[in-house]
């Protein structure tokens, strides 16, 4: 009965963020038209130079996915927090780490999906080659669920402040520096034809180490960000 | 529709020696008081004597600066889930989702309580006002409409003890003395109230007691 009423609770956060984040489409694609002006931008600025877009192609990539996930996290929790909603959660008799894991999934579909989505198109606009494709998606398919679930302990710390925003920034992207690394160097390697187990071995080891930990220490973050 | 709550008598909330600093200002002090089925409590006090936080407190969001809230003479910070499962909170910013219609939020709401499936959520409506509110986002809805969902909730809970910050703000007399007589009924059921309000409970002598913050 109770593990029911947990699976219930998850369904029903994760479908009540989905619809809100459905009602307020306007919000959700900001980050995805960063995403794309930025990659779009680089072949302007830098050089058309077919040789020279596909060495930075990784490591742009990754690292206006990265930056475009950071601008989205703001919305996780903030509007719960200013409504009251927050609050609810919290006193609900299920963990909130449970809670906490439906909102960060949903937050995923949402911005994480569309992100690996665009992804190849825009790889095939900085001339990545086509057999590196296939582990750009791997990459942002293992490191993207990464980067929502260590964003929202970052949130749930700064969601109290009035302008955490900055404080958010410098908490999270040191924590983001590891999948950043083993992300565009695996692409890099792809597009070398070298092996990149390794890589998506050590992608695979963090999602599971931030899908253990992070809503855990999410909810502990919360409670003392209401407090 | 009537919708019966189960009486439960048996309940006690305790507090002991309850005191809260904010910024070296010291709210309140030394509160104690124990509040049993079919008692409710009135907190009084000007604006910033720290009724809100009072309320926090009890619920379990906020920590004291000392002392222990005991519910059925277990600190609440130890059984959070038993005391989440026996308590319903409607704070000052009383968590409506504005984008979502009354009918989804009463149902997010269900599913944050213990899972029912027998619940007809359009009688809840009806019984706080809101017949024909179903579908439309509660955005549209005026602020007295958004308080009456959130006393919605009250209803769908069943929970012994409510804690209930300003509940009469925004609405009109009929919404007010529609909530009274629903918090009297609670209470007159076994329920305990907990609430903050410049608004005088009906309660016959006994039964309500008060808490004054001031210094």
Redesign the interface.
Same mark, same amino acid.
């Given at each position: 009965m109770n593990e029911a009423g947990i699976f219930n609770a998850f369904v029903t956060v994760l479908k009540r963020d989905l619809t809100l984040a459905f009602r307020t489409r306007s919000e959700m694609v900001n980050p995805l038209l960063f995403f794309v002006m930025v990659i779009s931008l680089f072949p302007l600025a830098v050089s058309p130079d077919p040789a020279v877009l596909r060495s930075l192609a990784p490591g742009v990539i990754w690292v206006a996915a990265l930056l475009a996930t950071l601008l989205s996290l703001d919305s996780l929790f903030r509007s719960d927090f200013d409504d009251g909603a927050l609050e609810q959660l919290l006193l609900s008799i299920h963990p909130i780490s449970v809670l906490v894991l439906a909102k960060v999934l949903a937050h995923w579909l949402v911005t994480g999906i569309p992100l690996l989505l665009l992804a190849p198109l825009l790889a095939v606009l900085l001339h990545l080659p086509n057999d590196s494709i296939p582990t750009l998606l791997a990459t942002l398919a293992l490191g993207g669920p990464v980067l929502s679930l260590v964003g929202a302990i970052g949130v749930a710390l700064t969601v109290g402040l009035r302008r955490g925003g900055v404080l958010l920034s410098l908490l999270i992207l040191p924590l983001y520096i590891p999948v950043l690394i083993f992300a565009a160097n695996a692409i890099s390697n792809a597009a070398a034809g070298l092996q990149i187990t390794g890589q998506l071995y050590f992608l695979a080891a963090l999602l599971v180490l931030s899908l253990t930990l992070a809503p855990m220490a999410t909810a502990a973050a919360l409670r003392i960000s209401l407090r | 529709m009537p919708i019966s709550k189960p009486a439960q008598t048996t309940a006690k909330l305790q507090v002991q020696g309850l005191s809260c600093q904010r910024d070296d200002r010291t709210l309140f002090r030394d509160i104690n008081f124990t509040l049993t089925g079919g008692q409710a409590m009135q907190i009084e006090g000007p604006n910033g004597s720290g009724k809100t936080t009072m309320l926090r407190i009890l619920?379990?969001?906020?920590?004291p600066t000392s002392g222990e809230v005991f519910w059925n003479d277990i600190p609440i910070q130890q059984d959070r889930?038993s005391y989440?499962?026996n308590?319903s909170?409607i #704070?000052?910013?009383? #968590?409506?989702?504005? %984008?979502?219609t009354p009918l %989804?939020n009463l149902?997010?709401?269900m599913?944050?309580?213990?899972?029912r499936k027998d619940f007809d959520l359009i009688a809840v409506l009806e019984q706080v006002g809101l017949r024909g509110f179903e579908d439309v986002?509660a955005r549209t809805l005026s602020a007295g409409q958004c308080r009456r969902v959130a006393l919605g909730r009250l209803i769908l809970s069943r929970t012994p003890l409510w804690i209930l910050d300003e509940p009469f703000t925004a609405l009109d007399v009929q919404g007010q003395s529609q909530i009274e007589s629903m918090l009297v009924n609670h209470v007159t059921e076994g329920g305990m109230v907990i609430l903050t309000s410049h608004h005088p409970l009906k309660l016959r002598d006994g039964l309500l007691k008060t808490i004054n913050l001031r210094k």
């Open positions: - | 619920c379990g969001l906020t920590l889930a989440a499962a308590m909170f #704070g000052h910013a009383h #968590g409506i989702k504005s %984008e979502l %989804e149902q997010v709401a599913a944050m309580t213990q899972p986002p």
